[in-house]
């Protein structure tokens, strides 16, 4: 019996082990489903976070962004996820700018999840603490020209 128990312990344990040797994997292939082609990363983004701006701000938007990370952030198995500086205007000539969590979905489409604008971010710098990775808070506040 104690045999036994020392062999199902031990193949639970490499199965463990190599579970974990695929997540990489697997992270890595999710990425591949669902982040849009270089040719199209742009446009496509360009396009959503205008159609997410829109009912807001007017049709007549310039919008641009900055990455505020290289590359997508991989999360269990939920979508890829990017961190942008979102600056726009509109026919007004008014500014909107502040940080977007955007989720890349089947490589046609970005879901904005999240937008906090910079008098938000201004106003209540700890909003973004849960939304966006730590690493990026201060980058962030900077860009917006939070004062410490």
């Known amino acids: 019996m104690k045999y036994r128990l020392t062999l199902l312990l031990a193949s639970a344990f490499l199965a463990c082990v190599s579970c974990r040797a695929q997540i990489p994997g697997v992270a890595e292939s999710h990425i591949a489903a669902n982040v849009p082609s270089a040719n199209d990363f742009r446009p496509f983004l360009i396009r959503d976070l205008t159609a997410y701006l829109k ?28 961190y942008l500086w979102l600056r726009a205007t509109n026919a007004e000539k008014a500014v909107i700018e502040g940080a977007v969590r955007v989720a890349a979905v089947d490589k046609k489409r970005f879901d904005v999840t999240d937008f906090v604008p910079r008098s938000e971010i201004i106003s209540h710098p ?6 966006f990775p730590q690493a990026l808070i201060e980058k962030i506040h900077k860009k917006a020209g939070v004062k410490k």
């Open 55 to 82: 009912p807001t701000h007017g049709d007549k938007l310039t919008v641009d962004y900055e990455l505020l990370r290289d590359g997508p952030t991989q999360s269990g198995v939920a979508y890829p996820k990017f």
């Open 126 to 131: 700890e909003t973004l603490m849960r939304i």
